[in-house]
């Protein structure tokens, strides 16, 4: 039986690596070389998704191949290494993997090459990596439930109080300039542009925060913490805020009940996004009477959630976004009174707010039943939270 090579990094396996992965092995008995994190780091200047050894684990475990390696090689060429203790009869690549120096290579040893055209397997989709990194971004998003501006020192300079948020599974297009923290996930996308890494949250959330608020940032503006936690910490949240910008408190609830209860009762409706230059601290105005308002309404709010209380919730939720609107009324600009007038009439909905500083976006409504609501409302989107280890 021949020895057949092929080399790549593996750091997204899907379908299609697989199906190359079948037709190459029709060849003769199959030897995978894998780069290297050194190497992709490097090369293609960014960490990889996986670490290596979880990358040779899963190509190994994959049927098609005999057996697999880390090149111990570097560039475009890392397998050279490999390719010489192996001494391989054939190199296998897909149409646009192959390369004059790959061809070489092959001339130089007495090696076959074989170029493969990139067929899916019968029945599935066609896939790259390339193509999977522009589409498909786990990174999640958050919605702020309530409490929030708290986390601007210039509103809790007048009262403390906590600020609630959820973790989001990107199960929906997340549009730009929404209310959804984008801004801060886009932040995120420049050093983790697939997914969150596997780390504590909390110190996570620190590390975006204080890398999105640099010290050079040009437009002098600090963006609260609210959306980097919310973002980086799964399931509920809430954090407490005085006068700083980092919060003094943070408390999860994880509880499958209660998530599960809140995923039943909220839905998002797709609005116009924020207009250009749309600046809704505009003619604010922070008392100490808001302050407190908003902030005795994110406690309600967190009480009434650990209880699935559904009345106490929606009252308390309706409540956090009229303590918003009352120091901030530049959030309800543009088509925002439109939509709030079009839904808040309807009886299954029980409250509404907009995610994030308003202007546009969304309009987040608690409903008796999301499941309903969303298959008489086909515009209306269905929310899934993050939990741990997602």
């Not at 994190?37 to 005999?66: A, C, G, P, W």
């Not at 007048?158 to 609630?164: K, M, R, V």
């Not at 910008?245 to 996004?273: A, Q, S, Y």
């Not at 976004?321 to 839904?343: K, L």
Request: hydrophobic share 40%; with cysteine.
């Amino acid at each position: 039986m021949k020895k057949v090579f092929v080399s790549g990094c593996y750091d997204l396996l899907h379908s299609g690596h697989v199906e190359f992965f079948r037709q190459a092995a029709q060849y003769g008995d199959l030897y995978v070389g894998i780069g290297s994190d050194n190497t992709i780091l490097h090369y293609k200047h960014h960490k990889t998704i996986y670490s290596e050894q979880e990358r040779l684990f899963m190509v190994k475990s994959i049927r098609y191949v005999k057996d697999a390696f880390i090149n111990q090689g570097d560039g475009i060429l890392d397998f050279l290494p490999t390719l010489d203790f192996l001494k391989p009869d054939i190199l296998v690549v897909n149409s646009d993997g192959g390369s004059d120096a790959k061809r070489k290579v092959c001339e130089e040893r007495g090696m076959e090459y074989i170029v493969l055209d990139r067929i899916p397997h019968d029945g599935l989709a066609a896939r790259s990596s390339t193509e999977l990194k522009k589409t498909e971004c786990l990174l999640p998003t958050r919605l702020d439930l309530a409490g929030t501006w708290i986390d601007q020192p210039y509103v809790s300079q007048y009262a403390p109080g906590w600020a609630l948020t959820i973790s989001l599974e990107p199960t929906f297009e997340i549009r730009e300039r929404c209310g959804l923290s984008t801004s801060t996930r886009n932040v995120i996308k420049r050093i983790w542009p697939y997914q969150l890494p596997n780390m504590d949250p909390e110190t996570l959330a620190r590390l975006v925060f204080c890398f999105e608020n640099h010290p050079e940032r040009e437009d002098g503006i600090i963006s609260g913490a609210q959306d980097a936690i919310g973002i980086c910490v799964p399931g509920l949240c809430r954090h407490f805020y005085d006068n700083h910008f980092w919060p003094e408190r943070i408390e999860t609830c994880e509880d499958e009940r209660v998530l599960t209860w809140l995923e039943n009762h909220l839905v998002m409706i797709p609005m116009e996004p924020r207009k250009p230059g749309c600046s809704v601290v505009e003619g604010q105005d922070i008392t100490e009477e808001k302050v407190k308002a908003l902030a005795t309404a994110a406690d309600n709010c967190w009480e009434a959630v650990l209880r699935t209380d559904l009345p106490a919730f929606a009252a308390a939720y309706k409540a956090s976004f009229e303590a918003q609107t009352a120091m901030f009324p530049a959030m309800i600009q543009g088509c925002v009174q439109d939509y709030i007038d079009r839904y808040s009439p309807l009886e299954d909905v029980l409250a509404w707010k907009m995610p994030g500083a308003g202007g546009g976006g969304y309009l987040a409504c608690v409903v008796t039943d999301a499941e309903k609501f969303c298959s008489e409302h086909p515009e209306a989107i269905a929310l899934h939270i993050r939990r741990s280890g997602m």
